[in-house]
Structure formats: structure tokens, C-alpha cells
């Protein structure tokens, strides 16, 4: 039975960055309650120009003529004592990118509550969308919680799963939580607003961890099996992305690339080939299975078909994919 709404209007300042809460905002405007004040982080030089880039969040505020600011310290006391006159009564925190001080969290009555991408406590961390494709989960979600001193600690009010499709990539698993988040946010600051939300602790020994992604990370070691790597590229892409160089046996050159679509192929390596090197049906023999390439960008060009790649380069079997050393 849908839950009815019981509660007062509430005041709510949104702290958020990533394009993840877009449309977690979409929702709390069209919501029961009143989006006062939105904060995010200062512009960043972007592109090949360098130029100035507002965040996703200032862009959405600018359109919708919300009242916002951009600030590199959400913690300095003039930026609390902004919010605090808004008088908010919840502080929603959604990819924001900057940790939230105790003092802030008082500046609203009922405090702070995150959006994480995850089921809780599994996959605290900067990365949980990406590591949750990695290690093969089939399911994931949503998770709202209270902000803690540590990370992603806090307690759970509200949680949603949603299922990780065989070809996912991290990208698409990205948009369809960023939908779950939306009437999950709403109906917890509903409950917030009726005093019928509960609170309940994480389990603290069932806790794993998503750190944030380095470049480096996505650079494929093909002496791992077929079944890894594929993980990987579906998990990194579009970023790091998983990338290799690309060596022609026939002309020696080699060139960097991020396989951004492939999948695991029963292959039996009868031929003895190294790992990273391309068999006759031009498959990468890997440490164990091969990997079957479908999509490829080279470097400084747009993202292509791996046939259309075989063709403009004349790939033969004993052509190789080495690692980046980073």
C-alpha cells in the first residue's frame, strides 16, 4: 500500500555536485516539501579548452532558478550560516564531494541525510557502482542514510535494490540507480516529515569497501581470466576505461586503446599463445577464456565497431594487446 503522506512541509537545503542527483532534485521539486538553497562545488576547467565547467547541480539550478551557491568549503562558517537561514529542516547530500562537519549538520533541525549507491554496509566508499560490476554482484542499489563521522557509516532509513544486468556497464547502472534514488528520497523525508522513519544501525563486520578509481586502475592485465576483464570493462567504462596498447605484429606499430564492450568466449588456448595475443577468430587469448572485443576506442579517435577497428588496421591473428605500465 503506497504510503500516505502525514507529515508538514519541510524545508530542505540540498549539498550536491554529480549529475547522480539530478533527478533526486526533479523529485524533491515536484515533492510535498520546499527546496530552499542548493550548494555545490566551484566550477572546474574541463575539455581541451580547460575552460571553466559549472557542476551538473549548478547547471540543473541555474535552469530551474533555484537559489544556489558554488563553494570549495561547504564547512567555512559564512557557507553555515547561509543555510542556516534558509531554516532548513532536512540537509539532503548526494555526490557532493566534500565531507559534511558537525556543525553543518546541525544547521538543520531533523540534520543530514546521504543518498549512497549501494546496499549498506556492503560497498562504503567513492566507487560502489563501479566495484559492485567488478566483483560480479547481480544486485545492487540504493541506500539513504544519516551522515556519520566515518564514511557511509550511518544509520539506514531507507533502501531499494536494483538488479545489475549481464551487459551493464558502469555508466547504465549509473542512470538507473540515479532513478531509484528519486521516489526513495521523497518517501523518507515524507516519513522524516510523519515521525514514523526508522533508524536502524549498520552492521559494521559485514562492511566492504569501494575506494575511488585511479586511471591506473583500468590499465588490463591479460593474464587474468577472460571472466575478470570483461567485469572490468563493464566497470570502468566510460571511466577510467580499461585500456591497453595495441602492437601490429605486421608493422610493428602500437597504439593506445579502452575496450569499452567485449565478453568472455569458452576458448581453449590450444595454440599456446601468450596471453593479450589475438587467436584465429581474432579473439584475446587471456589467462584463462578469451575475451571476444565488440567495441574499441583508439586513442584521439571516437568509439568504433571492433570490426570496422580489424579493418582500417588490416588485424591479424598474432597481433597483441600488452598493459599500460602506469
Not at 163 to 169: L, S
Request: glycine share 8%.
Amino acid at each position: 500500500m503506497p504510503f500516505r503522506f502525514l507529515g508538514q512541509k519541510m524545508k530542505i537545503v540540498y549539498l550536491g555536485s554529480g549529475q547522480f542527483g539530478l533527478a533526486c532534485l526533479d523529485a524533491l521539486v515536484g515533492s510535498n516539501h520546499s527546496l530552499r538553497f542548493v550548494v555545490t562545488q566551484p566550477a572546474h576547467p574541463a575539455g581541451r579548452g580547460r575552460r571553466p565547467k559549472p557542476t551538473p547541480v549548478a547547471e540543473w539550478a541555474g535552469a530551474n532558478s533555484a537559489a544556489f551557491i558554488e563553494t570549495d568549503n561547504a564547512n567555512a562558517p559564512q557557507v553555515i550560516e547561509r543555510i542556516a537561514r534558509c531554516g532548513p529542516d532536512v540537509i539532503v547530500v548526494i555526490a557532493f564531494g566534500q565531507k559534511i562537519g558537525p556543525a553543518l549538520i546541525k544547521s538543520a533541525s531533523k540534520g543530514a541525510i546521504n543518498v549512497h549507491a549501494s546496499l549498506l554496509p556492503k560497498y562504503r566508499g567513492a566507487a560502489p557502482i563501479n566495484w559492485a560490476i567488478i566483483n560480479g554482484e547481480t544486485q545492487t542499489g540504493i541506500s539513504i542514510i544519516t551522515l556519520a563521522e566515518k564514511m557511509d557509516a550511518g544509520q539506514i532509513l531507507a533502501q531499494s535494490q536494483v538488479d545489475i544486468e549481464p551487459d551493464d556497464t558502469a555508466g547504465e547502472l549509473h542512470d538507473k540507480l540515479a532513478k531509484a534514488a528519486a521516489p526513495l528520497i521523497v518517501n523518507t523525508l515524507d516519513r522524516i516529515a510523519a515521525g514514523t522513519a526508522v533508524y536502524i544501525d549498520q552492521d559494521d563486520s559485514k562492511a566492504t569497501l569501494a575506494p575511488k578509481l585511479k586511471k591506473s586502475d583500468g590499465c588490463l592485465n591479460f593474464a587474468e581470466s577472460a571472466q575478470t576483464i570483461a567485469r572490468k570493462i563493464r566497470g570502468f567504462w566510460p571511466w577510467p576505461g580499461a585500456s591497453a596498447t595495441y602492437i601490429s605484429r605486421r608493422t610493428g606499430k602500437s597504439e593506445r586503446v579502452i575496450i569499452a564492450m567485449a565478453q568472455e568466449m569458452q576458448t581453449q588456448n590450444t595454440a599456446g599463445l601468450a596471453p593479450g595475443t589475438l587467436d584465429e577468430n581474432l579473439e584475446v587469448i587471456c589467462g584463462a577464456n578469451a575475451l571476444r572485443i565488440t567495441r574499441i576506442k583508439p586513442a584521439g579517435s571516437p568509439l568504433m565497431n571492433f570490426r570496422a577497428f580489424v579493418n582500417g588496421r588490416q588485424t591479424k591473428s598474432g597481433d597483441v594487446f600488452v598493459r599500460i605500465d602506469e
